[in-house]
C-alpha cells in the first residue's frame, strides 16, 4: 500500500493500493494526528485463498511483536484473552526482564484441563520461568471470579512509547496460524512522565486509562504517579472488594503429562513458513 501523505494539517489523503490485480485509489478529506500507525497482520502460509495477496503468508505481526518487546527499557503492561507459551515471546520477555522495572499481565484465569484444550498447563509454562527468575518485578492479575466477566483484550503497552492493539492473542495460532490484524502506534507528540521520561502522550493516556479501569482510581491520581508506583496499586486493587482485580495463580497439576503435544497442535497450532513475508 502507498500513502502520499499530506504537508498541512488539514488536507487531502490519497492512498493508492492493488487489490485483486486492480490499482484503486481512494482521496479522503482528514485532521491528521500526530500518532504513527503500522499496521501488522498474521496470514497463515497454509491457507491457499490467500494466494492474491499472502501468497507465502505473512507473521509480520509476530515479528513486529518480537521487536517491540526487545526494545522494552522500563515496563511492559500485557492485557490480552490469553498468556500462554509462545517460546519466541518468552524468549524476547526473558531478554529484557533484567532491564525493565515491571512486567504486568492481566489475562484470563485457566481453571481446568477440559477447558480451552489444555490452556491451563500452557499458561503455567510461560508463566514460570519468569516468575521464578523475576519475583519482584512480575506480577500478574484477573478478574474476580464473582463479577463473571471475560478478558478479551489484545493489548500491548511498553515504555509509555509503544501502544499494540488489534484482534491477535498471545498464543501460537494468532502469531502464526489465524488471520489478524493489529494497529502499533507511537506518537511525536511527547510529555514528561513523573519519573522525568520523554514519553508519548496517547500511549499514556490509553495506559492511565486503562489502569483508571483496573484499580478504580482517578485519571488526576494516577497522573502523578511513576509507573511502578501506578503498577503497585493493581496488588491494592486485588485485594480491595470493590474493584474488578484479582490476583491469577497458576500452579503445577499432576495431569499436566496428559496433556501431549498433539493436543496442543489441535487447540493451538503453529505455521513454521521461512518463507513468509516479515
Request: overall charge positive; hydrophobic content about 35%; charged content about 25%.
Amino acid at each position: 500500500m502507498l500513502v502520499k501523505l499530506p504537508t498541512s494539517k488539514r488536507a487531502r489523503l490519497t492512498v493508492t493500493f492493488e487489490f485483486m490485480g486492480q490499482q484503486l485509489r481512494t482521496n479522503t478529506d482528514s485532521t491528521l494526528g500526530t500518532q504513527s500507525i503500522q499496521i501488522t497482520r498474521t496470514f497463515s502460509c497454509e491457507y491457499k485463498n490467500y494466494q492474491e495477496f499472502a501468497p507465502k503468508g505473512e507473521t509480520s505481526l509476530f515479528q513486529a511483536r518480537i521487536k517491540a518487546i526487545k526494545n522494552a527499557k522500563n515496563f511492559i503492561y500485557i492485557e490480552d484473552q490469553y498468556f500462554v507459551l509462545v517460546p519466541e515471546l518468552l524468549d524476547a520477555l526473558m531478554e529484557v526482564m533484567p532491564r525493565i522495572q515491571r512486567l504486568i499481565v492481566v489475562t484470563k484465569e485457566q481453571t481446568n484441563a477440559f477447558t480451552n484444550g489444555g490452556y491451563i498447563k500452557y499458561l503455567y509454562q510461560n508463566i514460570q520461568p519468569i516468575r521464578s527468575k523475576y519475583p519482584s518485578k512480575f506480577r500478574i492479575y484477573t478478574t474476580k471470579e464473582e463479577l463473571d466477566l471475560c478478558i478479551h483484550t489484545k493489548l500491548v503497552i511498553i515504555d509509555d512509547v509503544y501502544l499494540s492493539i488489534g484482534s491477535a492473542n498471545w498464543n501460537r495460532r494468532s502469531m502464526t496460524v489465524d488471520s489478524e490484524l493489529n494497529a502499533d502506534v507511537v506518537d511525536t507528540d511527547t510529555v514528561k512522565s513523573p519519573a522525568g521520561l520523554t514519553v508519548g502522550k496517547m500511549p499514556r493516556d490509553f495506559r492511565i486509562r486503562k489502569f483508571m479501569e483496573m484499580t478504580g482510581l482517578s485519571y488526576e491520581k494516577l497522573d502523578t504517579m511513576t509507573f511502578v508506583e501506578a503498577a503497585s496499586q493493581f496488588a491494592i486493587a486485588a485485594a480491595d472488594k470493590s474493584t474488578i482485580l484479582s490476583t491469577l495463580h497458576s500452579e503445577y497439576h499432576i495431569y499436566f503429562p496428559l496433556i501431549t503435544t498433539t493436543t496442543r497442535k489441535l487447540v493451538d497450532p503453529e505455521y513454521s513458513c521461512p518463507s513468509s513475508s516479515n
